[in-house]
């Protein structure tokens, strides 16, 4: 007859303690890494709005505009034109500080593009000059800030958060 091994007994107890330790380690573990670690970044995508441009320039039926080129440090992140009606050109850009300033252009009008893309509550402002025209300003309870400008039937609106009224006037005039 063979004996028992008396280094451990087996049973349901003994098995069900083991794994209340292992839960518990792999527990603490996860814990103490939540605690200590980094998150990593979500990397933000450049594009290419050079590459888009002059396609959407020709399809578009009002005049397009662009930057014909970016301060140093900002980048493009997103870029799309829309060719069936209403058609819509779309520019999001980062600052050299990461802040958003989003250039949206087409035929709305302009409450409706300042309710789509600034707030359904924005507050208008005062008229600012940029590059000798006066263009709209709006704000909202969120830090962002709009210049608006309706030039025939084109509504223009560039919009930032927590952008300075000095860069967004600087990048507004910059538009081609």
Do not use: C, K
């Not at 518990?24 to 970044?41: I, R």
């Amino acid at each position: 007859m063979s004996q028992p091994s008396a280094r451990y007994q087996r049973s349901t107890g003994g098995l069900i303690g083991a794994l209340l330790v292992l839960l518990v380690l792999a527990l603490g573990y996860v814990g103490v890494g939540a605690l200590t670690g980094n998150d990593p970044e979500t990397p933000v995508r450049t594009v290419d709005y050079a590459r888009v441009e002059p396609a959407a320039r020709r399809a578009a039926d009002f005049d397009l505009v662009a930057p014909p080129s970016l301060p140093d440090g900002w980048r493009a992140t997103t870029v799309r034109f829309v060719d069936t009606p209403p058609q819509h050109w779309h520019l999001g850009v980062l600052t050299d500080t990461g802040r958003y300033v989003g250039l949206e252009q087409g035929r709305a009008a302009v409450p409706t593009m300042v309710r789509r893309y600034v707030d359904e509550r924005a507050q208008r402002g005062r008229r600012v000059q940029v590059a000798g025209e006066p263009w709209t300003s709006y704000t909202d309870s969120d830090d962002d800030l709009a210049l608006v400008r309706r030039e025939g039937r084109t509504t223009t609106l560039v919009v930032g958060n927590a952008v300075p009224l000095a860069t967004l006037v600087s990048y507004t005039a910059s538009l081609r």
